[in-house]
């Protein structure tokens, strides 16, 4: 976690070290990532670095963190706006298709999401993911339990399971557009948003069917 002469910094000089690490870690991964070129971007001493954070991997958890924020804020109509009136899962389809359009928009964003789920190093993987995931558990929880008052999910429904199909559906959704090697058999395309969302319903609708009321 950062430390408190990070919490003293002004605001400004806490973005422009976030911005320039997430561009940093979202081009080269945590692995290459160059503490030299986040400090010099940012326009502070590379020893300040070390004043914030007490490494590398405290920086980049922290970076994944403030990302998976960015990204939970900008979800969050889709999460709680949801009222049973729609089918879930045409609901789940759209939210997805809104959370592809915002990684299109978002490169920084879309950056620090490749590289905490790509990263080749399994103990900095855990690391950064763990708390990602935990912060998507709060919001998608509470929207399947909505699902299921509202008749759309089984009653019996093994909840747990879904959310698990989910935090795997989710990355792979969000980085398929911009990363054809994680593409898979269903192409995702970049800028044809109609038949994207077509694929984005062609993984999602068979995940949903199984927990979906009859």
Do not use: C
Not at 83 to 91: E, I, N
Not at 121 to 142: M, S
């Amino acid at each position: 976690m950062p430390t408190t002469t990070w919490s003293h910094l002004s605001p400004e000089r806490r973005e422009r070290v976030l911005v320039a690490a997430m561009d940093e870690f979202g081009t080269h991964g945590y692995s290459t990532g160059s503490l030299n070129v986040i400090a010099r971007e940012a326009g502070v001493a590379k020893g300040s670095l070390f004043q914030y954070f007490s490494g590398k991997l405290d920086l980049f958890t922290y970076v994944a963190e403030q990302t998976s924020l960015r990204i939970f804020e900008a979800m969050r109509p889709w999460l709680d706006d949801y009222d049973g009136t729609v089918a879930f899962d045409a609901h789940l389809v759209a939210a997805m298709d809104a959370w592809v359009d915002y990684f299109e928009k978002n490169p920084l964003e879309r950056g620090v999401t490749a590289a905490t789920n790509m990263e080749i190093d399994p103990l900095v993987r855990q690391a950064v993911l763990e708390p990602v995931q935990e912060l998507y558990l709060l919001g998608l929880r509470p929207l399947l339990a909505r699902a299921q008052s509202a008749g759309h999910l089984r009653p019996d429904a093994d909840v747990d399971a879904l959310l698990s199909l989910l935090l795997l559906l989710l990355p792979h959704v969000a980085l398929a557009t911009f990363f054809p090697a994680v593409t898979g058999p269903v192409v995702l395309p970049k800028g044809d948003r109609s038949t994207r969302r077509a694929a984005i319903e062609r993984l999602v609708r068979p995940v949903v069917g199984g927990f979906q009321a009859r």
